[in-house]
């Protein structure tokens, strides 16, 4: 059986989830006061934002070897890289926001203080330029197979 076409619908339905995943931290972060119910959710969330990135991740480079086009195809392909690049940054830009809502929760549990307004503010940046780099991907990947 041909792995291409299952890779491929296993690999879009994982960045749909990604997307979706970040889109719910993001509604949190922004909705309104961070409550110790809401941050639990916020790290429960964030905890499979990661796993479903490690799953994009591995579903994208089993595409890679055994998708419809060689390995040669990609390596040469400047927006290939361009699209790895811009995917491993948004994880960089990820990293913040998970050790803040790490932090946070480990804070409230114990009895300590909600996050003030300037840290949550810090953390919302990051989660912004998620977005902005997130939304460079898929144009990155429609380039890929254009002779630009």
């Known amino acids: 059986m041909d792995v291409a076409y299952p890779l491929a619908a296993a690999h879009h339905l994982a960045v749909f989830t990604l997307v979706a995943v970040l889109a719910a931290e993001t509604a949190l972060i922004f909705a309104g006061p961070l409550t110790a119910p809401v941050l639990a959710r916020l790290g429960r969330l964030d905890l499979f934002y990661g796993l ?87 144009l990155f990947a429609a380039a890929l197979g254009q002779n630009l």
């Open 52 to 138: 479903v990135a490690l799953a994009v991740l591995a579903l994208g480079i089993g595409r890679v070897f055994f998708g419809l086009k060689d390995w040669t195809f990609y390596a040469g392909n400047a927006f290939f890289w361009a699209k790895i690049a811009a995917f491993l940054a948004v994880g960089a830009l990820s990293a913040p926001p998970t050790i803040a809502f790490g932090r946070w929760g480990r804070a409230v549990r114990s009895g300590g203080a909600l996050p003030g307004m300037a840290e949550i503010g810090r953390v919302r940046r990051f989660v912004v330029a998620q977005w902005a780099l997130l939304a460079t991907i898929p």
